[in-house]
């Protein structure tokens, strides 16, 4: 591993609360708190405190000790389907306040690349059906059965109210049979040793209920202004936007885009047009999206979001995000602090 790639699992990324909820989990199983704490760099105050954050080879560390001491390897997926939205901390996210099934899953997915970024996640939709591919980013060996998991244990809880059936692919073995997985998520297929670990899941068309515990606590967070509502609408200009946030940082460019709605970039440009923005304000709406959640929500250093947005520097991000907000990225940082 080279010096950038070790500085890299050193920089705290991941909030301690993920780690709390983890050794409760175990705990619950008989399984001691010292013993999995020992020697992996993680304190009891650091779980305790709401502003703590853990590096990646913390999480490995914990992870590690954890992973032997399950006697089940459905524990994994148990744990992921315990983290509901609430429990991601979704403060200040920016999520469509009225029933829009589709914008929900991609704005999750997008949180869960900034808030949780462990492993990375590629969503792609067809009609009404989505899937999300889960991408190790990190190599991380042994312990990426047990993150997949937890990643789709998740999913499934937070999506579950837009989506009533999911297709899981692992690609690694399982000794269990598949009906004793079908019993953590009734009707859901399980499929191992696949070509890559991903879910599919179709819409239900049902509208979201409004009795949720953990939808009104999503909704109550909501910021979108009525130009956001009106922009997406538009069925084309939401299929953009949903591939724009499924690789910010990668080259994202009109002619990509338009080649995966298939249609001509011209035809993309006057769909844009009539629904009132351009490919390049969308891109930044997103861009920025992205950088403010990073800013406010993990201690990621500033040339590595610069890097993750695809900015070929931190000065052009900088100097991008202050023609956005009004604010360099540095201040909005130092604001967040100051308020937890």
Not at 109 to 114: D, E, G, H, K, S
Not at 188 to 212: H, W, Y
Not at 222 to 232: A, G, P, V, W, Y
Request: charged share 25%; proline share 5%; aromatic share 8%.
């Amino acid at each position: 591993m080279d010096t950038l790639n070790s500085l890299a699992l050193e920089v705290p990324i991941v909030s301690a609360r993920y780690a709390y909820r983890f050794i409760r989990f175990m705990e619950s199983r008989g399984v001691k708190r010292h013993t999995i704490l020992e020697d992996t760099g993680v304190t009891e105050d650091m779980l305790e405190s709401p502003e703590a954050s853990l590096s990646m080879n913390q999480v490995l560390a914990v992870l590690g000790k954890a992973d032997w001491l399950m006697t089940d390897e459905r524990a994994a997926f148990e744990f992921g389907q315990q983290l509901d939205l609430p429990s991601h901390g979704l403060l200040g996210f920016a999520v469509l306040g009225q029933e829009n099934p589709r914008r929900l899953i991609s704005m999750i997915v997008q949180y869960l690349r900034v808030g949780l970024p462990l492993m990375d996640m590629e969503l792609a939709s067809t009609g009404s059906t989505f899937r999300i591919r889960l991408i190790d980013t990190w190599g991380l060996g042994s312990l990426r059965p047990c993150l997949t998991k937890i990643y789709m244990g998740s999913i499934h809880r937070v999506s579950s109210q837009v989506c009533s059936h999911f297709s899981f692919q692992f690609d690694f073995p399982s000794v269990i049979p598949e009906e004793d997985w079908k019993r953590l998520a009734p009707g859901c297929e399980f499929e191992f040793n696949a070509n890559v670990s991903q879910v599919t899941m179709p819409l239900n068309g049902l509208p979201i209920r409004k009795d949720d515990a953990s939808l009104e606590f999503l909704v109550a967070r909501t910021r979108h202004d009525r130009k956001q509502h009106i922009l997406e609408a538009d069925e084309t200009v939401m299929q953009v936007r949903e591939l724009m946030m499924s690789q910010p940082g990668r080259p994202c460019t009109t002619e990509n885009i338009a080649r995966r709605l298939d249609i001509s970039p011209r035809t993309l440009r006057q769909h844009l047009a009539s629904a009132g923005t351009s490919f390049r304000e969308l891109r930044n709406d997103i861009r920025e999206s992205f950088a403010t959640l990073y800013l406010k929500d993990t201690n990621v250093p500033l040339e590595s979001i610069a890097e993750k947005l695809g900015f070929s520097d931190q000065a052009g991000f900088t100097k991008a995000y202050r023609s956005w907000t009004g604010h360099t990225p540095g201040d909005v940082r130092r604001k967040a602090r100051k308020k937890k």
